[in-house]
């Protein structure tokens, strides 16, 4: 996106911040591009911290706002995501706890987020912590998730993305993700160790490719946290680029006050301070993300 319709508005920084909020908010002519077919993508990366949840609440909102609409599943049962979306996760509250068991459909767990009517959520309560032990026992443990997410169970939600956020860990939840879809979104926070842990991570996912969901790929690569002040991150990023090629998106995520103090107010950053470069940042990621998923972008 050029910087220069900010331009003819006065350029000051209130006025460019004005115009951004004004993109975020009223995108009425800005809708995003559907996908060709529904997009199910995992965000997966087991460093806490990494800006996972933060990345998913954000892109699910930048999507739903620019008229596509979007399910956010929430497979950590820290609930963070649940939390920025403002879903009811009180313990008891029908979730992705009782739909791995069977107990209710996607659609009984499902809830919309006050922030956009095409932004829904099943939400993740505290039951969901012992969940990795119970579902060792269970039949099918790894392909559960799969089971639930039905094809006309989404139909019927209309939904044209899902994303599912995962802890922390590369244990059963996690694999439920990995065989409930094609795409893998790997946030990277762009510090010292953010490529530690990364092979570990590539490793599972050729696991669960080769014996469990051979159509799983690394479709996305999320720069987060970018501080432009550290000779650090200029590096982190460019050895990821280097790495990781085109799956990379060309949209970074910056390091911000205002998206770590959205999820204080129940709010993705689009929601709490749509002019923050923030926003706009995560607005941006959602774009490319879409447009490679449309019959303009790059085919998978
Ligand atoms: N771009 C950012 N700028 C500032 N803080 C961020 C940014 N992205 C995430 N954070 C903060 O960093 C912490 C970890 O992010 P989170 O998305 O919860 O990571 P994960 O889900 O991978 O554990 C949270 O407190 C979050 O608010
Ligand atoms: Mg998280």
Known sequence: MSP???????????????????????????????????????????KGGVGKTTSTVNLAAGLALHGVRTLVIDLDPQGNASTALDVDHRSGTPSIYELLLGEVSLVDAVQASSQSQDLLCVPATIDLAGAEIELVSMAQRESRLKEALT????????????FIDCPPSLGLLTVNALVATHEVLIPIQCEYYALEGLGQLLNNIELVQRHLNQSLSVSTILLTMYDGRTKLADQVTQEVRRHFGDVVLKTVIPRSVKVSEAPGYGQTVLAYDPGSRGAMSYVDAAREVAERGSSKGRQR
Not at 9 to 28: Q, S
Not at 151 to 162: C, I, M, P, S
């Open 4 to 46: 220069s319709p900010d331009a003819g508005l006065g350029g000051t920084p209130i006025a460019e911040e004005a115009v951004r909020a004004a993109r975020v908010l009223h995108p009425d002519a800005d809708f995003m591009p559907r996908p060709v077919r529904r997009r199910i993508i995992t965000v997966a990366n087991q």
């Open 151 to 162: 094809q006309e169970a989404l139909d019927a939600l209309g939904v044209d993305y899902v």
